[in-house]
Nanobody, 128 residues
Framework: EVQLVESGGGLVQAGGSLRLSCVVSVFTFEDYAVGWFRQAPGKEREGVSCVSSSDDTPYYADSVQGRFTISRDNAKNTVYLQMNSLKPEDTAVYYC?????????????????????WGKGTLVSVSS
């Protein structure tokens, strides 16, 4: 059974930083594009940042470009999201996602049902 387990969420003041981690229990992690989505109350889930194992460029939503950095460690089956200069509008539940042999951009555009695996989410709250 494939599992995605997120950690690192919490409460932080505006301007602060958090690092999210997601461990993906899949046999061939390097064959998966992985990424982070978020859903704020009353809003649709949106792609935040995604990365594949190929040389294609990581995807970042315009709202986080320059503040968030995604990385992956294939030896540890883990994807990270370093979030700096956090804003109150970054408050949301952050979900880890994985899709087999997708590019970063393709993963970011997939519908909820089109993504192979989801984590249960971790809450990030940014106070003003």
């Amino acid at each position: 059974e494939v599992q995605l387990v997120e950690s690192g969420g919490g409460l932080v003041q505006a301007g602060g930083s958090l690092r999210l981690s997601c461990v993906v229990s899949v046999f061939t992690f390097e064959d998966y594009a992985v990424g982070w989505f978020r859903q704020a109350p009353g809003k649709e889930r949106e792609g935040v940042s995604c990365v594949s194992s190929s040389d294609d460029t990581p995807y970042y939503a315009d709202s986080v470009q320059g503040r968030f950095t995604i990385s992956r460690d294939n030896a540890k089956n883990t994807v990270y999201l370093q979030m700096n200069s956090l804003k109150p509008e970054d408050t949301a539940v952050y979900y880890c996602a994985a899709s087999f042999r997708a590019t970063a951009l393709a993963l970011s555009r997939k519908s909820t049902l089109g993504i192979d695996y989801w984590g249960k989410g971790t809450l990030v709250s940014v106070s003003s």
